[in-house]
């Protein structure tokens, strides 16, 4: 079974003088141990199909399906907290928190504290190739590079089964862009993941499982 699925999606934007149909009846299946793109010129939709895949909204028409349960039947920040995490371009990261308490944030919504979310949180940023020494510092200590990889061992903190990237790349320059898109293919493909990233970078998608293109609002695999 899939584990996200869009069954005939629909969302449109109101506006004092305008409708926008930022998603116009969108059908696709993601899988487990793959790694996703989906391309498209700003404001062709990319966002908002992503925001509805992490349920930060519900379609207006059609369904979002996890593991074959419509995300309007569900609890939307449990869907968010148990299901599907977001990767940003900016990061997100609290300024005020050290490395580790980044890391740990997540895990006290899920009830891990003390000693077994401190050694969580060191495996974590290990698996994202993150030293030691980087545990105690603040982000504004840290490269773009350094701080995306925070963002991604904090989404892994939560123990979801879905990674949602939202230009992921778009604040890195070319070798650290390199390092984040093969440790996001790295977890769909090791680690069985569903990893789907929306980006203007075409540099990445040879390494991609699937290219999906969107435009104006309409989906489509394409191929390569």
Same mark, same amino acid.
Request: aromatic share 8%; charged share 25%; hydrophobic share 40%.
């Given at each position: ?8 999606v629909i969302f449109s934007y109101m506006s $004092?003088?305008?409708?926008? =149909?930022? @998603?116009? #009846? ?6 487990? &141990?793959?790694?996703?793109?989906? *391309? ?86 290990? $698996?994202?190739?993150?030293? =030691?020494? @980087?545990? #105690? ?6 490269? &773009?590079?350094?701080?995306?990889? *925070? ?54 998608l040879s390494k991609m499982d699937d290219v ?13």
């Amino acid at each position: 079974m899939h584990i996200l699925e869009l069954k005939n999606v629909i969302f449109s934007y109101m506006s $004092k003088y305008n409708k926008t =149909e930022a @998603v116009k #009846n969108v059908s696709y299946a993601f899988e487990r &141990g793959k790694v996703y793109a989906i *391309v498209g010129k700003s404001g062709s939709g990319k966002s908002t199909l992503l925001s509805l895949l992490a349920g930060l909204d519900l379609p207006q028409s059609g369904q979002v399906l996890f593991e074959g349960i419509s995300t309007d039947k569900m609890d939307l920040a449990q869907y968010r907290r148990e299901h599907a995490a977001m990767i940003y371009q900016s990061f997100r990261l609290f300024p005020l928190l050290t490395v580790t308490e980044n890391i740990i944030y997540p895990m006290g919504l899920r009830g891990f504290k003390g000693k077994e979310a401190v050694d969580k949180a060191k495996q974590l940023a290990l $698996k994202m190739d993150l030293p =030691e020494t @980087v545990l #105690n510092r603040f982000p504004n200590m840290l490269s &773009g590079g350094e701080q995306q990889r *925070v963002a991604i061992a904090r989404a892994l903190s939560m123990e979801t089964k879905v990674l949602l990237a939202d230009e992921p790349t778009g604040n890195l320059d070319e070798k650290n862009s390199v390092n984040i898109i093969d440790i996001l293919v790295r977890l769909a493909h090791e680690d069985g993941y569903c990893v789907i990233i929306a980006t203007h970078d075409l540099s990445i998608l040879s390494k991609m499982d699937d290219v999906l293109y969107m435009n104006s609002g309409m989906l489509r695999l394409e191929e390569f």
